[in-house]
């Protein structure tokens, strides 16, 4: 990553997975001797379970409704039995002000242990999680986020939708950390998905430096949708020639700017996202391009790349296209 002092950009929820995200990104912010910025997105409710607030006539949809007029800043006051006092109790905003601290400090315990150094800083922004990691997508390094191991439907219900309607407008690379690097094989492995396009570049620029920094090799995939034809001539010499050239192409000038990385090309015939998967069991990330970028010509984001978020074995890279490529 050409970046500059650009921070990399964690965002924080009080999840396992946040946590482990928060983990990942320090590790990439000390290989790329980057600070570290821990953000969370403090959202509001409509209001607190069980509270009483006034109640006004609204109109939604063209339908009327009761809505409730909540003041978060007001403080509770109640009388203590027995104490023959009355007594304040924090306000809504102050009690989710606290928490939010503890949640930034706990992920920054998280992100500075065993990594002596590292330059870490902590906001609070309030908006929507999507809204908020968009913002600060312009000014990241990279953006990182945790999600949990749902089902595609499942997920569209929780904090870890935000992967794809981030990852698909950011213009930094994003990193979907869905569980724990998978046991490495041997050499430790980096995987980038490729098709030939011009517009694979900065996915392949980025899998590269990432193997180079970790000592990795990098595993090449090109995975080619079947048909009738392709399947009657797979394996053939013709075809297996032209996988290569497109491999190739793809790939020149990176093995001489990174020399010390061995470079496995692999061509597989069946779905891409299966396909990618499958290539990416031990690898120590998935590194895939959005909209076309890194091998997926005129598909977006919600195709090949909206079912690795869902389906990838390990952390997966989303390294967006430079203007002008295609």
């Not at 999840?15 to 509001?44: F, K, M, N, T």
């Not at 904090?159 to 979907?176: D, K, M, N, Q």
């Not at 797979?234 to 061995?262: N, Q």
Request: glycine letters at 12%.
């Amino acid at each position: 990553m050409t970046t500059g002092r650009r921070p990399v950009v964690a965002g924080v929820e009080n999840s396992a997975a946040g946590l482990l995200a928060v983990g990942w990104a320090a590790d990439e912010a000390v290989r790329h001797g980057l600070p570290l910025r821990l953000v969370h997105a403090s959202e509001w409710p409509a209001a607190p379970a069980g509270a009483e607030a006034p109640q006004r006539a609204a109109r939604h949809d063209g339908r009327l409704h009761t809505a409730h007029a909540f003041d978060w800043t007001a403080v509770d006051t109640y009388h203590e039995a027995g104490a023959g006092a009355t007594v304040q109790r924090p306000s809504w905003a102050d009690r989710r002000r606290v928490a939010d601290e503890a949640l930034l400090e706990r992920a920054r315990v998280v992100a500075t242990t065993g990594r002596a150094g590292l330059e870490v800083s902590l906001a609070t922004v309030e908006g929507s999680p999507v809204d908020v990691l968009r913002g600060e997508a312009p000014d990241a390094a990279m953006l990182v986020l945790g999600s949990r191991r749902l089902s595609a439907l499942a997920e569209l219900f929780t904090t870890g939708s935000i992967a794809v309607p981030v990852s698909a407008h950011a213009p930094c690379p994003v990193a979907v950390v869905r569980g724990p690097e998978p046991a490495a094989g041997v050499p430790p492995t980096v995987v980038v998905g490729v098709d030939g396009s011009a517009g694979s570049e900065p996915a392949v620029g980025y899998a590269f430096q990432t193997a180079a920094l970790r000592g990795a090799a990098l595993r090449a995939v090109q995975v080619r949708p079947p048909t009738p034809d392709m399947v009657a001539a797979f394996g053939s010499e013709s075809e297996v020639e032209e996988s290569v050239i497109r491999l190739s192409e793809t790939l020149a000038g990176w093995g001489e700017k990174y020399p010390e990385v061995p470079v496995e090309r692999v061509t597989v015939l069946g779905h891409r996202v299966r396909g990618l998967a499958d290539a990416a069991q031990d690898a120590l990330c998935l590194v895939v391009g959005s909209r076309g970028v890194g091998g997926f010509r005129g598909m977006l984001l919600g195709s090949v790349t909206h079912g690795l978020i869902h389906h990838a074995p390990g952390p997966l890279v989303i390294v967006p296209r430079q203007e002008g490529t295609r």
